[in-house]
């Protein structure tokens, strides 16, 4: 009879073995598509149709938007191998959060204007001092802000609010009225490339691992992330930080 030990150490193997598998194929399934969707038009542009004015730079602009898409999921992964193996080494700061989501909301002022949402800050202060590496919080709102906006709905309404929670922490709330998502998907939204059905992840850009990033960002400054979604109504993402004197 094996020990406990062993019987352990073989069910942790086989996880292992198992997250492997799944991440090599998760990871040939997001970059098959840009790959063969810029060769597709890039050896029909070569058989002849670049000399058609009419379709020569259409085929070219998705091409284009194939290989930036690449780009995302090469730059993501490379992020997020460098989290995993080396750990995110922080660069600690005062700094205001509400002038941070403030700056967010610009950089996606034109992106969320395409679908008519409305960007909205919830909170009256205007001023509210956290402790944080203040890019990588950036990169936090910016991703769950645009996700919001990816897949929100039209004429829809996403909303951030900065609440005190106790008193050295406060709460960063992003919350929207989009089409929510089913309870089933909660807990595996942080995974690498994990895609909710129907979402249309793939149509909309990004690598898939954005949320994973997120987790891994939050996680290095010790504090928590937390998602609520009610279907067909709507989802809330927020994520605690330390609140500056």
């Given at each position: 009879?094996?020990?406990k030990?062993?019987?352990?150490?073989?069910?942790?193997?086989?996880?292992?073995?198992?997250?492997r598998r799944?991440?090599?194929g998760n990871?040939?399934h997001e970059?098959?598509?840009?790959?063969f969707?810029?060769?597709s038009?890039?050896?029909?542009l070569v058989?002849?149709?670049?000399?058609d004015?009419?379709?020569n730079?259409?085929?070219?602009k998705?091409?284009e938007?194939?290989?930036?898409?690449?780009?995302?999921?090469?730059?993501?992964?490379?992020?997020?191998?460098?989290?995993?193996?080396?750990?995110?080494?922080?660069?600690?700061?005062k700094?205001n959060?509400?002038?941070?989501?403030?700056?967010v909301f610009e950089?996606?002022?034109?992106?969320a204007?395409?679908?008519?949402?409305t960007?909205?800050?919830?909170?009256?202060?205007?001023?509210v001092n956290?402790?944080?590496?203040?890019?990588k919080?950036?990169?936090?709102?910016?991703n769950l802000?645009?996700?919001?906006?990816?897949?929100?709905r039209?004429?829809g309404?996403?909303?951030?609010s900065?609440?005190n929670i106790?008193?050295n922490?406060?709460?960063?709330?992003?919350?929207?009225?989009?089409?929510?998502?089913?309870?089933v998907?909660?807990?595996r939204?942080f995974?690498?490339?994990?895609r909710?059905?129907?979402?249309?992840?793939?149509?909309?850009?990004?690598?898939?691992l954005?949320?994973?990033i997120?987790?891994?960002?939050?996680?290095?400054?010790k504090?928590?992330?937390y998602?609520?979604?009610?279907?067909?109504?709507g989802s809330?993402?927020?994520?605690t930080?330390?609140?500056s004197?």
């Amino acid at each position: 009879k094996f020990s406990k030990e062993s019987q352990t150490e073989i069910k942790s193997m086989q996880e292992k073995e198992n997250f492997r598998r799944d991440f090599i194929g998760n990871l040939a399934h997001e970059l098959k598509t840009p790959l063969f969707t810029s060769q597709s038009y890039i050896l029909t542009l070569v058989d002849g149709a670049l000399k058609d004015e009419k379709v020569n730079l259409k085929y070219l602009k998705i091409a284009e938007k194939a290989i930036e898409r690449l780009i995302f999921i090469v730059k993501d992964l490379d992020l997020i191998t460098k989290l995993e193996s080396e750990g995110l080494k922080l660069e600690k700061s005062k700094f205001n959060i509400i002038s941070l989501i403030n700056n967010v909301f610009e950089m996606l002022d034109l992106q969320a204007s395409k679908k008519k949402i409305t960007l909205a800050l919830g909170s009256k202060n205007i001023k509210v001092n956290v402790n944080g590496d203040q890019e990588k919080i950036h990169q936090v709102l910016t991703n769950l802000i645009e996700n919001s906006v990816k897949y929100g709905r039209e004429s829809g309404t996403t909303e951030v609010s900065v609440e005190n929670i106790v008193e050295n922490k406060v709460i960063v709330r992003i919350t929207d009225n989009g089409n929510g998502i089913q309870k089933v998907h909660l807990k595996r939204l942080f995974e690498r490339f994990f895609r909710v059905e129907n979402s249309g992840s793939r149509s909309t850009g990004g690598s898939g691992l954005g949320l994973a990033i997120v987790k891994h960002i939050i996680d290095a400054h010790k504090e928590k992330i937390y998602v609520e979604s009610d279907y067909g109504v709507g989802s809330e993402f927020s994520f605690t930080l330390e609140k500056s004197n």
